[in-house]
T-cell receptor, first 114, second 113 residues
Framework: AQTVTQSQPEMSVQEAETVTLSCTYD???????LFWYKQPPSRQMILVIRQEAYKQQNATENRFSVNFQKAAKSFSLKISDSQLGDAAMYFCAYIEGNTGKLIFGQGTTLQVKP | DGGITQSPKYLFRKEGQNVTLSCEQN?????MYWYRQDPGQGLRLIYYSQIVNDFQKGDIAEGYSVSREKKESFPLTVTSAQKNPTAFYLC????????????FGEGSRLTVL
């Protein structure tokens, strides 16, 4: 069964600095999608970034980028120029190709210090 | 505006009572999902539906039931058989397929007294 692991329950970063959140996953599929979702205190889940496994180029969305290492099954999220509004819980997720089910990691709570 | 609406936002229930959480979407999405979130944990899938009149159990379906009579609606009933129902419940929808981004509602907080 596919699993997603986030080994950092909590992280903190100084405003304007860069932080990297880690995620590893396990799958036997060759083609799949990976996601990072953000859940702020309002608890509304928001998609941050998406990576297609067959694309070698790492996805980028403004200050958010990923380091996708397919062979290592690693999918980390880098947040550059951290802002106070980035403070939230971040979830790494993997989508099963044959069912469309999204499988989530345990989450990492990010604190941004002014 | 298009989106997903969950209601109620907060709900209190006495032990032994069934309760139904509403989820409505106007995004014309095929697939809908119910997730449960407990403090300090990730989201766990309860049920999902790919098309109208069809749904599948997720990882923690025991004590829950759903229906999908309309494309727009996917209500979740938390039955008295659910041993620990106090949690935050999130509904989501997506276009069907492995690349489909999930769009989430704002969630419903259920507390059993």
């Amino acid at each position: 069964a596919q699993t997603v692991t986030q080994s950092q329950p909590e992280m903190s970063v100084q405003e304007a600095e860069t932080v990297t959140l880690s995620c590893t996953y396990d799958t036997s599929e060759s083609d799949y999608y990976l996601f990072w979702y953000k859940q702020p205190p309002s608890r509304q889940m928001i998609l941050v970034i998406r990576q297609e496994a067959y694309k070698q180029q790492n996805a980028t969305e403004n200050r958010f980028s990923v380091n996708f290492q397919k062979a290592a099954k690693s999918f980390s999220l880098k947040i550059s120029d951290s802002q106070l509004g980035d403070a939230a819980m971040y979830f790494c997720a993997y989508i099963e190709g044959n069912t469309g089910k999204l499988i989530f990691g345990q989450g990492t709570t990010l604190q941004v210090k002014p | 505006d298009g989106g997903i609406t969950q209601s109620p936002k907060y709900l209190f229930r006495k032990e032994g009572q069934n309760v139904t959480l509403s989820c409505e979407q106007n995004l014309n999405h095929d697939a809908m999902y119910w997730y449960r979130q407990d403090p300090g944990q990730g989201l766990r899938l309860i049920y999902y539906s790919q098309i109208v009149n069809d749904f599948q159990k997720g990882d923690i379906a025991e004590g829950y039931s759903v229906s999908r009579e309309k494309k727009e609606s996917f209500p979740l009933t938390v039955t008295s058989a659910q041993k620990n129902p106090t949690a935050f419940y999130l509904c989501a929808s997506s276009l069907w397929g492995p690349s489909g981004e999930l769009f989430f509602g704002e969630g419903s907080r259920l507390t059993v007294l």
